[in-house]
């Protein structure tokens, strides 16, 4: 198995739900990351986890909360977003932290309301 | 200046001709350069992934580094209307720093 799943591929939500996105890889992958990528904008970074511990917060409104339950499952946690929080959420494997190869999700395109 | 420069296009060639996408940047501590073609609504999809200066080629596709110039380039030869989609160039900041530094991305269509 080579490739990273990511459900829902959408999402629409309110602004006072909770809702929760998911990824999942069965590569051996010791680090998994998500980044947000806005319409016609590069992918940009949000978090970073090393066997399963966060490593790099990049400065994220606490309203997305990660999680990383096991070495094949990152979760987002999503609560109180804001309609400018619509964008392609993308999840992310490599093999360890800091190799360059990361292997990317088809993303999960969430719409807040 | 932004580390990366890529020019947004979007770029139309007709099918069958050779594709030439560049990347610029500024920073001399990078040391890899990869490409990332991504399809509309899609996750990127890495497609070449090169340390050294000097041409790697895999299959139609050629990545070109010239360090001492700062300067990437992706060539497609023969190219398919499936070849559409946008291309990034990435480079990572290295040192065990996860962050990668994408450019914006050229928007790419090849026309049947």
């Known amino acids: 198995d080579t490739e990273v799943t990511q459900t829902p591929k959408h999402l629409v939500m309110g602004m006072t739900n909770k809702k929760s996105l998911k990824c999942e890889q069965h590569?051996?992958?010791?680090?998994m990351y998500w980044y947000k990528q806005k319409a016609k904008k590069p992918p940009e970074l949000m978090f970073v986890?090393?066997?399963?511990?966060?490593?790099i917060n990049e400065s994220v409104p606490s309203r997305f909360s990660p999680e990383c339950p096991n070495s094949s499952l990152l979760n987002l946690h999503l609560h109180a977003l804001q309609p400018e929080d619509s964008a392609l959420y993308l999840c992310a494997s490599s093999k360890q932290r800091g190799d360059n190869e990361q292997f990317f999700g088809p993303g999960t395109r969430l719409t807040v309301l | 200046q932004k580390e990366v420069e890529q020019d947004p296009g979007p770029l139309s060639v007709p099918e069958g001709a050779i594709v030439s996408l560049n990347c610029t940047y500024s920073?001399?501590?990078?040391?890899?350069f990869m490409w990332y073609r991504q399809y509309s609504r899609k996750g990127p999809e890495l497609l070449m992934y090169?340390?050294?200066?000097g041409n790697k080629e895999d299959g139609r596709f050629t990545a070109q580094v010239d360090k001492s110039s700062k300067y990437i380039s992706l060539f497609i030869r023969d190219s398919q209307p499936s070849d559409s989609a946008t291309y990034l160039c990435?480079?990572?900041?290295?040192?065990?720093?996860?962050?990668?530094?994408f450019g914006k991305g050229t928007r790419l269509h090849i026309l049947p």
């Open positions: 990435a480079m990572p900041l290295g040192d065990r720093d996860d962050k990668i530094i």
């Open positions: 920073n001399s501590a990078f040391q890899y």
């Open positions: 986890y090393s066997y399963e511990k966060l490593s």
């Open positions: 090169t340390y050294s200066s």
């Open positions: 590569m051996g992958h010791r680090a």
